[in-house]
């Protein structure tokens, strides 16, 4: 039985973040006490520990990361400033070095991996188990620790004598006890809420035996039944994101399908095993795929090529609260200064996304006459309350007025290049502007560097370089036009106009159209096309600042829900889709007319009783589909009032936690889901006691913050590993209160 003054650990769910827990503290621990008392307790289900569910080493081999090798960490580093003990550099490898490492032992294939290669999600898991392993080893040797591992899931926990008691569903294994509990269960899975269309499947489902819905797609092996998904089938894949394209190559290449290169056109074609379904039909509300992640060109120095803000700021944010903020007092938050995401932020972003749209196209000489041309509008903004900080559309006309102005000066230079106008007279008539740099990046951007290597002897040539120029084809299919490339948001998130097309066959050939035109700007790279460039450096390298403003109730009510159910999926399309490579497996998947999304936008999806199946309806399209397997595609957004664990249900019930409720001057209320948490990741109970011995990381805290769940990132101070650091030291206070350790001298 365990002593009362050893203090007791249990951390609920061993996926990544586990593996970075664990590792913090077999930094922290050893090196800081001399003697110390500590009991942890380590629960994972699936028994895949470091790595757990999503991330496990016997995930189908079709799965993909859509992060690259080198961008993926397992420990905190020097970025990391209030780390303070880091293990030696060769425990903490980058996932592309791990790869290399058990590349040289095997000369295994797998992971012959570079930096900026895609890895499969099982080599993630390897990589996670095996560090694990190391970092628990470490931890073990530390006299005092004992650590116990448990293939068990927790159902409850229960209070009495000032402890933790948690009940599993091994009846067989009495309540362990706990001083403090981490909860690290990652993804939700969620009940349908009654009244739901979901609900209306699941009950459709549940009557039948010619039809499955399976309500959630994780784990794909176990939940996708092959009898259910064969040749004979046809399957609905509810959503076009990260998640669908796990579930439509594990029922085509996972089924022993191919892809080969067409070396006439140099795209992928697919070649059927005839074991996939018959086809397979995708949905979502927007009728399209994410975008496909861009050749990431920052990897060789992140810290240096990442985008920072010049607009988009911390202090933009705090300067708006005080200019336009709405004020209201959230319980344990205290006074908030609520902001609108669409009237004072959205016009900020689109902003920050035209300068480092137009930087790319133009180059770094005009980003700084860009800077110089919106500064007073931008100032004034922030700095004045303003009529136009009351309507989305005034907002960003103010804001960005400035930016198109100056945007139109650089294209008419380009045009009148392009019309026969001399370098020499262009600078006379454009004094502000460096001519030469500006058209050089142009026609790099737009023609490529082999463009300028075969223009540059003639480059003082006006006529000549013209002529090169008008007959060279764009490798990226770039007009030469320059007003073709006005930075445009609305043709960012609604790329196919719904003129172009009248019925699915149409809509198809749109898709096409589109999904090989956004591989091409995507192997141009996050540096080289300014589409790109723009996406990935706002709403991937600024998302902590975006979150920034969002987090612990900084929107209002109903401002919150607009930005999440709005414009976070405008996020995930843009800046967090897949890898090039995975896309154009879509795409070729889609011209063997063995993957079908010409149901288009705001599609219906509903039952056929006299038929026995699904059916699905484009509502623009006019496509019409009766399927027999439909599968939700989607990773569930955090409902824990709705989540399948018992667990959070039990929590709920016993008053352990309360759900997070946004609250605004004007008695909006909003619910995003998920539990409410103090900054320091402690559970809230009903009454508003704070629980300093639960704390909850990731999933459980979506709505409350924003975007919590991801992968740790190297040499980049990065917010899950900071997360994790704070946490180590909370613990450390709760050892020495208990009186389980001494210092170290």
Same mark, same amino acid.
């Given at each position: ?33 001399q003697a110390i008392k500590l009991e942890l307790?380590?629960?994972? =289900? =699936? ?12 995930? $189908? ?121 981490l909860f690290l269960t990652g993804h939700s899975?969620?009940?349908?809420? $009654? ?25 794909? &092996? ?218 050089? =990046? ?20 006006? &006529? ?72 990935? @450096? ?83 399209? @006019? ?43 004007? @008695? ?31 999933? $459980? ?31 450390? &206070? ?12």
């Amino acid at each position: 039985m365990t002593g009362l003054n050893t203090f007791c650990l249990a951390i609920i769910g061993a996926g990544p973040t586990c593996t970075y827990v664990v590792e913090r503290l077999a930094a922290t621990i050893g090196a800081t006490y001399q003697a110390i008392k500590l009991e942890l307790h380590i629960f994972e =289900t =699936t028994g895949y520990f470091g790595a757990g569910s999503v991330h496990s080493p016997v995930q $189908p081999e079709t799965s993909i990361l859509n992060r690259i090798a080198g961008q993926i960490a397992f420990a905190a580093d020097e970025t990391n400033i209030e780390a303070y003990y880091l293990l030696p550099k060769n425990l903490r490898p980058t996932l592309h070095e791990w790869c290399v490492e058990k590349y040289a032992e095997s000369k295994e294939e797998q992971f012959n991996l570079t930096q900026e290669d895609w890895p499969k999600r099982y080599i993630h898991g390897l990589a996670l188990m095996d560090m694990f392993s190391k970092y628990l080893s470490l931890l073990q040797m530390v006299p005092g620790v004992t650590v116990y591992l448990h293939q068990k899931k927790v159902k409850d926990i229960e209070e009495r004598d000032g402890r933790f008691f948690l009940i599993t569903d091994d009846s067989n294994l009495g309540p362990i006890p706990a001083d403090h509990v981490l909860f690290l269960t990652g993804h939700s899975s969620n009940h349908p809420q $009654p009244g739901s269309l979901e609900a209306e499947l699941k009950n459709f489902s549940d009557k039948q035996t010619k039809v499955q819905y399976v309500p959630y797609a994780y784990p794909l &092996e176990i939940n996708i039944r092959s009898e259910m998904t064969g040749s004979d089938k046809i399957v609905g894949c509810v959503g076009l994101g990260l998640t669908a394209i796990d579930v439509i190559l594990y029922l085509t290449e996972g089924r022993g399908g191919r892809f080969t290169t067409d070396l006439s056109t140099n795209s992928l074609i697919y070649i059927p095993s005839g074991r996939e379904p018959k086809r397979i039909i995708g949905i979502s509300r927007s009728g399209i795929f994410t975008t496909a992640r861009p050749y990431n060109a920052k990897e060789s120095n992140p810290a240096k090529l990442e985008h920072k803000g010049i607009f988009l700021t911390e202090k933009t944010i705090d300067l708006l609260r005080q200019v336009v903020g709405v004020p209201v007092e959230l319980d344990k938050i205290g006074i908030r200064q609520q902001l609108d995401f669409e009237r004072h932020l959205l016009p900020v972003i689109l902003l920050e996304m035209m300068y480092l749209y137009y930087k790319t196209l133009f180059g770094q000489d005009f980003s700084e006459i860009f800077v110089k041309a919106v500064s007073h509008r931008f100032s004034t903004f922030i700095s004045r309350k303003l009529v136009v900080h009351e309507d989305l559309v005034q907002g960003v006309d103010y804001l960005c007025t400035s930016a198109r102005a100056v945007a139109d000066i650089a294209l008419a230079a380009v045009d009148s290049f392009l019309q026969g106008v001399s370098l020499a007279l262009l600078e006379k008539r454009y004094p502000a502007l460096n001519i030469n740099n500006l058209i050089r =990046t142009y026609f790099g951007v737009v023609l490529g560097l082999n463009f300028l290597a075969e223009a540059e002897p003639y480059w003082n040539q006006s &006529e000549q370089v013209r002529a090169i120029a008008k007959q060279w084809i764009s490798p990226w299919q770039h007009p030469l036009d320059p007003y073709a490339h006005v930075f445009d948001w609305e043709r960012m998130i609604t790329p196919i106009n719904r003129d172009s097309y009248e019925g699915a066959e149409e809509y198809n050939l749109e898709v096409i159209r589109y999904m090989e035109y956004d591989h091409l700007q995507a192997a141009q790279g996050n540096l080289r096309n300014p589409t790109k460039a723009a996406c990935d @450096g706002i709403w991937r390298d600024l998302r902590t600042v975006i979150a920034y403003a969002i987090d612990f109730g900084g929107l209002t009510a109903n401002s919150h829900r607009i930005f999440l159910e709005k414009y976070l999926p405008y996020h995930n399309r843009l800046a967090n889709g897949a890898c090039l490579a995975a896309m154009e497996k879509m795409l070729a998947l889609i011209k063997a007319e063995i993957l079908d999304i010409s149901t288009g936008p705001r599609p219906k999806l509903s039952v056929d009783v006299k038929q026995s199946c699904f059916q699905i309806t484009g509502s623009e399209t @006019g496509a019409n589909y009766l399927v027999d397997t439909l599968i939700d595609a989607k990773l569930h957004k955090t409902y824990l009032h709705r989540d399948t664990s018992l667990l959070y249900t039990n929590l709920l019930k016993r008053g352990f936690i309360r759900i997070w409720c946004n609250r605004s001057a004007d @008695g909006s209320v909003y619910e995003p889901g998920g539990i409410e948490v103090t900054r320091n990741f402690q559970a809230v109970s009903p009454e508003g006691f704070v629980n300093t011995r639960m704390t909850f990381l990731g999933s $459980p805290t979506e709505g409350v913050m924003f975007f919590q769940i991801g992968a740790a990132r190297p040499q980049q101070n990065h917010h899950v590993l900071n997360d994790v650091i704070h946490w180590v030291k909370g613990i450390q &206070e709760q050892l020495r209160e208990h009186g389980a350790c001494t210092l170290a001298r």
